[in-house]
């Protein structure tokens, strides 16, 4: 690998490692301000700031996939694998956020991407692992995600300083 591409992906992995720890940053923020507010059935504020929550995961998430398009390769996968383990463990993070975030498309057209509709308002429980959002059939359960997102988001942030390494050292990716 010449000098000029090493320059050019030392520049994508600084730029990525500070997308992942930005939205890493915002996802922590929300789930403090989620469990720390006052909850009352009247006040919308919870709900406004799982939406925020939501889109927070769905950016860091959009951040290990940028990673995983410029790194991944077919023997060295770390932001495939982090990404599989953050969505098997949330399932419904994706659709949720789709749900919360595109209403505008669900009203015009009926139905989004997946076919699930918002005849029931959004819900919330408490129960011993914390909150979670229910719409519909779909849970959300933000312990987890929180949990979750900052596991893939340490994950991919050891895989760029490898990754680094790796070209400041040997002038190639890791293999």
């Not at 006052?38 to 006040?43: K, L």
């Not at 914390?130 to 229910?134: T, V, W």
């Not at 988001?153 to 942030?157: K, R």
């Given at each position: 690998?010449?000098?000029?591409e090493?320059?050019?992906?030392?520049?994508?992995?600084?730029?990525f490692?500070?997308?992942?720890?930005?939205?890493?940053?915002?996802?922590?923020?929300?789930?403090a301000?989620?469990?720390?507010h006052?909850?009352?059935?009247?006040?919308p504020?919870?709900?406004?700031?799982t939406?925020?929550?939501?889109?927070?995961?769905?950016?860091?998430?959009?951040?290990c996939?940028?990673?995983?398009?410029?790194?991944d390769?077919d023997t060295?996968?770390?932001?495939?694998?982090?990404?599989?383990?953050?969505?098997?463990?949330v399932p419904?993070?994706?659709?949720?956020?789709?749900?919360?975030?595109?209403?505008?498309?669900?009203?015009?057209?009926?139905?989004?991407d997946?076919?699930?509709?918002l005849?029931?308002?959004?819900?919330w429980?408490?129960?011993?692992e914390?909150?979670?959002?229910?719409v519909?059939?779909l849970?959300?359960?933000?312990?987890t995600a929180?949990?979750?997102s900052?596991?893939m988001?340490?994950?991919?942030?050891r895989?760029?300083?490898?990754?680094?390494?790796?070209?400041q050292?040997?002038?190639?990716?890791?293999?």
């Open positions: 690998m010449d000098q000029l090493q320059a050019r992906l030392l520049g994508l992995a600084a730029g490692q500070g997308h992942i720890e930005r939205w890493r940053r915002a996802v922590a923020m929300q789930d301000r989620i469990r720390n006052p909850w009352a059935s009247e006040r504020d919870r709900a406004v700031d939406e925020l929550l939501a889109l927070c995961l769905r950016n860091l998430l959009r951040a996939w940028a990673c995983h398009g410029c790194f390769h060295y996968a770390p932001f495939q694998e982090a990404m599989n383990n953050f969505e098997a463990a419904h993070a994706r659709v949720i956020r789709d749900l919360l975030q595109r209403f505008d498309r669900y009203h015009a057209d009926g139905h989004l997946v076919f699930i509709s005849d029931e308002p959004a819900e429980r408490v129960g011993p914390g909150y979670s959002l229910l519909n059939e849970r959300l359960d933000l312990a929180s949990r979750e900052d596991r988001a340490a994950t991919a942030l895989a760029i300083n490898y990754i680094v390494f790796c070209i050292n040997t002038g190639e990716l890791p293999t």
